[in-house]
T-cell receptor, first 109, second 114 residues
Framework: DAKTTQPNSMESNEEEPVHLPCNHS???????IHWYRQLPSQGPEYVIH???SNVNNRMASLAIAEDRKSSTLILHRATLRDAAVYYC??????????FGTGTSLTVIP | GAGVSQTPSNKVTEKGKYVELRCDPI?????LYWYRQSLGQGPEFLIY????????DSGLPNDRFFAVRPEGSVSTLKIQRTERGDSAVYLC????????????FGPGTRLTVL
């Protein structure tokens, strides 16, 4: 399975934008880039995914590097409810996600 | 609409006992996944069902672990002769398709083996 590398933790001030980086230098051409987040005592929650082009939805934006070896999840205005562990995952379809340890985001009021 | 549900939410058992963990996926979702999450770690894949059959069970740690999905909806994860190292949160997820699709997770079952 292709693996991802994320910082263990990040901090952001409330209402500021947050850029969560992910490196995936061994990504293959068919791997989708998925982001999930996990709030305390809950199951993971889908955030966004993409293949090559940048993606936007109501929760976040996903910026994918041209060579696809890295990506950035962008939360445009962090709120206290965004405090969670964020996982960057490569998925080539079918079987399984490899989660890694993710980035623990702390939002400071 | 109803999401993925898992029962029980908490299970405490003694070493050597047998346990069953249940997952009710979202209606109509053909793919179902089981994961295990230890404290401070990300979820770890156990098994994946497409319909009634286990398409990939490569994540099951040993033959004490077994899962079924006889009618293509509800799934049961079964653990025989539990060990203290089996203590973890067991997560279930379902998806309407396998490739590229979003997985919907349940709240998990916290298993504690004394």
């Amino acid at each position: 399975d292709a693996k991802t590398t994320q910082p263990n933790s990040m901090e952001s001030n409330e209402e500021e934008p947050v850029h969560l980086p992910c490196n995936h230098s061994t990504i293959s051409g068919t791997d989708y880039i998925h982001w999930y987040r996990q709030l305390p005592s809950q199951g993971p929650e889908y955030v966004i995914h993409g293949l090559t082009s940048n993606v936007n939805n109501r929760m976040a934006s996903l910026a994918i590097a041209e060579d696809r070896k890295s990506s950035t999840l962008i939360l445009h205005r962090a709120t206290l409810r965004d405090a969670a562990v964020y996982y960057c995952i490569l998925f080539e379809g079918g079987n399984q996600f490899y989660f890694g340890t993710g980035t623990s985001l702390t939002v400071i009021p | 609409g109803a999401g993925v549900s898992q029962t029980p939410s908490n299970k405490v058992t003694e070493k050597g006992k047998y346990v069953e963990l249940r997952c009710d996926p979202i209606s109509g979702h053909t793919a179902l996944y089981w994961y295990r999450q230890s404290l401070g770690q990300g979820p770890e894949f156990l098994i994946y069902f497409q319909g009634t059959g286990a398409a990939d069970d490569s994540g099951l740690p040993n033959d004490r672990f077994f899962a079924v999905r006889p009618e293509g909806s509800v799934s049961t994860l079964k653990i025989q002769r539990t060990e203290r190292g089996d203590s973890a949160v067991y997560l279930c997820a379902s998806s309407p398709w396998g490739a590229s699709g979003e997985q919907f997770f349940g709240p998990g079952t916290r298993l504690t083996v004394l």
